[in-house]
């Protein structure tokens, strides 16, 4: 429990976090009320109080969107992709993290310190190379080049890694002894006991993968296996240009993203807890 | 059933000096061997290479004669409780009492008699349903116990299973324990650093100490011969006192000194050590049980003056600490003959409940017929 602070302290943060709060939410209710305004409205009142009211309020900016361009196939393309990284990803860097926290095999502190290492690596630094991996491999413009690439995750390992090691090694052992395999211990004793790491994982994978931009716009070429992040820009340079309707597929393209935050963020916070990244 | 046998078996981690030293140790078929020694000694280390949860640095670990040092647990077939049960958290106690037997891919019909078999034997019925999570410690405890039973291991392995209970519920289960494996005469290995636990439950007790076994024995014979001070110390509740003394021959009579007194060795103590005049005129150590010393009225011979320095009345029993102008050993070290307490206390067990002044003076006398001997070593003295 932390001490009670005094009063004024305790206004002075309130008035902070307030301060912070309005910081984040203002651009996402513009958006939201900017999406229902008429389209020339959405500029002149943008800087205004007036922009946060959504008077005479319309969808006409959403069906737009569906009309001009093929919204939901790049929705389809986006969540194919996105959870498939993060299904498949779940699942790799899992045991990946299991085999580095509980097996013994040569090589395995030397090849985790590897692992750790690239965490600090971005995207952007590899993407060339990367790029070329996958020309020579022929597969530009497909779904397999967005979603391989990214299974394998360094901070998901160390994710589940921390988790894992933190957990009761009897347990293991107990399942040893009662005739499990190790792969049997991962699925029926580990895997049941690690909800809040399986959570925390895949929505930051699941963010993470969401937004991607650079990525998608190098490999992808056509509009058939585009994303979402790729296809609000496309959608930004299709004439005429219209802000209510880039409003609306904005809108459109967080509303999964804040539906599964708020579906797990129970699991969420204490897995994030729980692995020690606080902050 | 099985029997286990050690056969000079080490254990050394790398980079540290060895925890355990060639240890010989058989458990027969259909016994409860209690490994006894005081935290940190190994126990739980070489519970766990039984197992086959870790690995052996030398020697040969033998279940019925066959080696089994290349062997996973999962082929050993031995059961094992674990000090905080690991119990599966996110099964109910039914599933936690079938997860052994299905992964011996028994029938669904065989596990469900199984289950039912042990939950009754060890009256878990109402509790089928339950997480571990929403069972008292001792509930837990018996759920640990039947995961073990539920399937038809070879032996038992229990590593401290009772010490997350309260002393109550400790000496309870404890018997349900003894019970349990007389009605099913399992092999039991089983670590404690609880000699009252070590006392009680085993058919025969193995004494540890800093990796090395000291005595294989039965519990009267642990008391009663201890072979070396630290078992002599260790067990017996409250342990063995003992003393650094000066032997000398008087009229033809062995004597010692303490404090003021002379006291003789009676004829049964030169019996029991043979070796005793050879000895004259060296020091040696003597050791007295508590319960041996009896509080007199005023000091006559044979008697100890001393100061009372605490008392623990118990209600039946009282435990007496007094200070006296004597030498007292420390019995826990390599080297009793050389370590002297700084503060020479002597425990004495009195019947009935007695309060007692700190600083009064009190007269003790010692059975001399019931003294053991042990060289500076700490070695008990040839026996016979
Ligand atoms: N992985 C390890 N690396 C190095 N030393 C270890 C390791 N595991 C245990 N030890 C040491 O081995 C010794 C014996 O440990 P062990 O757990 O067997 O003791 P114990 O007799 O079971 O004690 P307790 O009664 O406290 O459970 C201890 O000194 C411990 O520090
Ligand atoms: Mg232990």
Not at chain 1, 192 to 212: D, E, Q, T
Not at chain 2, 215 to 230: C, I
Request: hydrophobic share 45%.
């Amino acid at each position: 429990m932390r001490p009670q602070r005094s009063r004024p302290g305790m206004i002075l943060s309130y008035a902070l976090l307030s301060v912070l709060a309005l910081l984040f939410l203002t651009p996402v209710v513009m958006m939201l009320t900017g999406s229902l305004k008429p389209d020339e409205r959405v500029l002149t009142e943008a800087g205004t109080l007036a922009g946060f009211i959504p008077d005479q309020a319309s969808l006409q900016n959403y069906t737009d969107v569906f009309t001009r361009t093929d919204f939901l196939g790049f929705l389809i393309n986006s969540l194919f992709i996105t959870s498939t990284i993060v299904i498949c990803g779940l699942l790799v860097n899992a045991l990946a993290a299991y085999a580095f926290a509980r097996l013994h095999w040569r090589g395995r502190d030397l090849l985790f310190n590897l692992v750790l290492a690239l965490m600090i690596l971005p995207l952007e630094a590899i993407a060339i190379p990367l790029f070329y991996g996958v020309s020579l491999l022929g597969l530009r413009d497909t779904y397999l080049a967005q979603i391989l690439p990214f299974i394998a995750n360094a901070f998901s390992i160390y994710l589940f890694y921390s988790f894992f090691i933190g957990l009761p090694r009897e347990l293991e052992e107990a399942a040893r002894l009662d005739g499990a395999s190790t792969l049997r211990i991962f699925f029926s004793i580990i895997l049941p006991n690690s909800k809040p790491v399986f959570a925390s994982v895949a929505i930051l994978s699941f963010l993470m993968w969401w937004g991607a931009y650079l990525w998608p716009l190098m490999v992808t070429i056509g509009p058939e296996v585009r994303p979402l992040p790729v296809a609000i820009a496309a959608f930004y340079t299709l004439p005429p240009l219209q802000w209510g309707d880039i409003l609306a597929f904005g809108v459109m393209m967080v509303a999964p993203v804040l539906l599964v935050f708020l579906l797990f963020q129970r699991w969420f916070v204490r897995g994030v807890a729980a692995s020690g990244i606080k902050g | 059933m099985a029997s286990i046998r050690l056969d000079k078996v080490s254990k050394q981690y790398d980079g540290h000096d060895a925890v355990i030293e060639e240890m010989d140790l058989q458990i027969r078929d259909g016994e409860l061997l209690v490994l006894v020694g005081p935290s940190g000694c190994g126990k739980s280390t070489l519970l766990r290479m039984v197992a086959g949860l870790e690995e052996i640095s030398a020697g040969e670990i033998l279940i019925d004669d066959q080696v089994v040092n290349q062997l996973p647990p999962q082929k050993r077939n031995l059961a094992m409780v674990f000090q905080n049960y690991a119990l599966y958290p996110h099964m109910t106690v039914r599933e936690n009492l079938a997860f052994p037997l299905k992964m011996q891919r028994l029938s669904r019909d065989e596990v469900n008699r199984r289950v039912a078999q042990t939950a009754e034997l060890l009256s878990l019925g109402n509790l089928l349903d339950r997480r571990p999570k929403q069972l008292s410690g001792g509930q837990r405890q018996r759920v640990a116990m039947g995961r073990a039973m539920v399937r038809d291991a070879d032996a038992f392995l229990m590593d401290e299973p009772l010490s997350n209970l309260d002393a109550k519920l400790r000496v309870e289960i404890r018997s349900e324990i003894a019970a349990l494996q007389r009605r099913l005469g399992i092999t039991t290995l089983y670590v404690t650093h609880d000699q009252v636990e070590a006392m009680t439950l085993g058919h025969r007790v193995a004494v540890m100490r800093a990796g090395k076994l000291q005595q294989v024995a039965t519990p009267s014979r642990l008391y009663e011969h201890p072979v070396n001070v630290f078992v002599a110390g260790f067990i017996g509740n409250p342990g063995m006192n003992v003393l650094r003394v000066m032997l000398e021959t008087v009229d033809k009579a062995l004597v010692f000194r303490l404090g003021e007194h002379c006291f003789t060795l009676p004829q049964s103590v030169m019996e029991n050590y043979p070796d005793l005049p050879n000895r004259s005129g060296q020091m040696l150590l003597l050791g007295i049980r508590p319960a041996t010393l009896t509080l007199v009225e005023s000091g006559g011979n044979g008697s100890l003056e001393a100061t009372m320095s605490s008392a623990e009345p118990l209600g039946h029993e009282t435990i007496l600490h007094v200070n006296a102008d004597i030498d007292v050993v420390a019995t826990d070290t390599e080297d009793p003959g050389n370590t002297l307490l700084k503060r020479p206390t002597l425990t004495a067990i009195i019947p009935g409940h007695r309060h007692f002044k700190p600083g009064e003076t009190v007269h003790l006398q010692i059975d001399c017929d019931k003294l053991h001997c042990f060289d500076l070593q700490g070695t008990a003295l040839a026996h016979h």
